[in-house]
């Protein structure tokens, strides 16, 4: 999936927001450059997984493996 003509190509995500609360963790993610979105540990977006969610970083699973945005990061891969 990550070489030849139909290879994933990797999603330009970046972290805006994390909420951490006793009943959710979530966090507020652009991907590609659409607007952003609030999503919650275990829900899907354009193939990402959220998958953890830490005070300064989440986790996604990808279809090429797991990946790991800082909210300090700026986007990168894909469009954005």
Not at 1 to 13: C, F, I, L, Q, R
Request: cysteine-free; hydrophobic content about 40%.
């Amino acid at each position: 999936m990550s070489t030849g003509a139909n290879a994933y190509k990797e999603k330009a995500v970046k972290l805006i927001g994390i909420s951490i609360s006793p009943g959710r963790k979530a966090a507020l993610v652009s991907v590609d450059g659409q607007p952003a979105v609030w999503m919650g540990v275990g829900e899907t977006q354009d193939e990402l997984v959220l998958i953890e969610v830490g005070s300064n970083a989440v986790r996604f699973d990808t279809p090429v493996g797991a990946r790991t945005i800082n909210i300090n990061e700026p986007a990168t891969g894909g469009a954005g």
